[in-house]
């Protein structure tokens, strides 16, 4: 079971409503350079700073996330492959950048759910990660003229890296194939396979 911190249960047990807003953070490459650029969209209303994992983050908002931009996320045990799909404002100029201006293809991505008061608004505890994964595809909508442009990304979760064979094998033919002069796995495809009795 996840842990809840306590303020949250807390204003859980009170009944009294919580404002609840999701975080998404992209760690992108830079097409030009390689290097990582982060961008962070939230379901608020305004651009803000949130300091997750001892970092701060400042996440967009201002309508970047369209209407029911976020599934319902289920928590359970096991390692099923879960697939996420969110959807974004396609003229808002941070998501425009961050799918066009950037490589997000099989980008790092976390989503984290933040709860707030509903007395002052105030955030009751770090944000909570909910979904740890990756993007796996884009998908820009184009409409006709009066329609709506949106941005839909497919988020997977991290059990995938579960499901990727090894790129390279440890075999005589891999290791030569970067150090030509090394034979260090020379009998790997027989090690094990003919027994030496002992003495002999």
């Not at 030569?176 to 790997?188: E, G, K, S, V």
Request: charged share 25%.
């Amino acid at each position: 079971m996840r842990d809840i911190p306590a303020a949250i249960a807390a204003a859980r047990a009170e009944r009294a409503g919580i404002i609840s807003h999701h975080l998404v953070w992209i760690e992108a490459r830079d097409r030009a350079t390689g290097n990582s650029a982060t961008l962070g969209f939230w379901t608020g209303d305004d651009h803000q700073d949130f300091t997750v994992g001892g970092t701060v983050r400042t996440y967009y908002g201002a309508g970047v996330m369209a209407g029911k931009a976020l599934p319902e996320f289920v928590q359970e045990i096991g390692v099923q492959v879960r697939e996420h799909q969110l959807t974004f404002s396609g003229i808002a100029p941070e998501v425009e950048l961050a799918v066009r201006g950037y490589d997000v293809r099989l980008a790092p991505c976390e989503i984290h759910r933040a709860e707030f008061s509903t007395e002052d608004e105030r955030l009751l505890a770090p944000p909570i990660m909910v979904v740890d994964g990756e993007v796996s595809g884009v998908n820009i909508t184009t409409p006709a003229e009066g329609g709506d442009a949106k941005i839909a990304l497919s988020i997977l979760s991290n059990a995938v890296m579960l499901t990727r064979s090894l790129p390279r094998k440890r075999s005589d033919e891999s290791l030569r194939a970067r150090r030509p002069n090394d034979p260090f796995l020379q009998y790997a495809k027989i090690s094990g396979a003919n027994g030496d009795p002992w003495g002999g």
